[in-house]
DNA sequence: GGCGATTTACTCGGATAAGCATTGTCCGAGTCAGAAGGG
DNA sequence: CCCTTCTGACTCGGACAATGCTTATCCGAGTAAATCGCC
C-alpha cells in the first residue's frame, strides 16, 4: 500500500481540522502551517474533499475549511478514494479482457480482490480514531 | 490494487515459460510475440526476474529464459515484489515516524496493515494456478 | 577424410531517450467587515 | 446619530509549470554452432 502524498495530505488536513474545529472553519493557510504543507497544492487537494462533500468552504474573512459530518463518520477509505480515485483492481496497460490469456483473467481477480480487502481495512478507520 | 504494466508483462511471461516449457529455453522475442509486449521492455523485465533467480537465462543460439523452480512454487508475489520492489506500507512524502503527529502514526499502521493483506492474497496465486 | 581456427547468426545485458502522472506554484473570483460620507 | 456606500483585506477557486517515475528503445557483450581451410 502506497500512499500518494496528496492524499496524506488530505488525511493530515482532515484531522486537524476535526480536532481544531470549535466552531468557525479553518483557514487553509493555518493547516498548512501546522502540518507543514505547501499551501497553495493542500488547497488543491482541498477542493477535491468539498467535491466529495467531505468538508465546505466558506470564502471571505473568517473563512476556512470544515467538516460535513461527524469525525467519526469519515473513514480513511472516503478520503483517499476521493483524492486518487477509485480502489479497484486494474492491471497496467490494456483492458481487453476478452483476450483468450487466462493469466489476464485469473491477475485481474486477484487484482479486484485485493482491492476489495484494501477497502475493508480502510473503511475500518474514521478520523476520530486519527485524531484520538 | 493497481499493478505496473511492467509487473504485469512478468506475469504473463512467467506464464508463458511455464505452459509452452518442453526441455530447451524460451527466446524473449517469442515470449514477446506471442504476449504482444515490446520485445526490448520484456528484456529488462525478464532480467529483473533472472537476478531474483526466478528465472535462469542462457545465452547464444538456443538460448533463452526458463523457471528455476517447479511452476507450482513461483508465486505472484514474488513475481510482482521482483518488479515492482517490495510491497510494505509507505507514505508519500517524509518518513519522519518521530513526528508528534499521532495521525501519521496511525496512517502508517493501516497501509502496513493493508500490505500485509495484499502480500497474503498475492502469496496464495502460483504460476500455475495462472497456467491452468 | 579429419581436425581446428574462424566466421556467423543468434541470444542476453546494460546504458540511453520519450511519455505521463504526480507534485508544486501562480494569479484571478468571490465575500465579509469595517470605515467614510451623507442624510 | 443612523443608514448607505465604498473600499480593502482576506478567503477559496481553477488554470499553469516543474519534477520524478514508469515505459520504451537502442546498441554492445557473450555464446554455440556451422563453415571453411589446412593437415
Redesign the pocket.
Known sequence: MR???????GIYATTHIAEKAKDS???????AATCS????????V??QL??SRI?S?????????ALRKPANKITMLEIIES???PIDGEI??FDDITSKNRAKGVSKKVCDDVAKSARNILAKTTVSDLAG
Chains 1, 2 share one sequence.
Do not use: M
Open positions: 500512499l500518494s502524498r496528496a492524499a496524506a495530505y472553519p479553518i483557514p487553509g493557510q493555518d493547516i504543507i505547501p499551501p497553495g497544492h493542500l488547497l488543491k482541498l477542493q468539498v467535491k468538508l468552504s466558506e470564502r471571505g474573512p473568517s473563512g476556512g475549511f483524492i486518487e480515485g497496467g496497460g
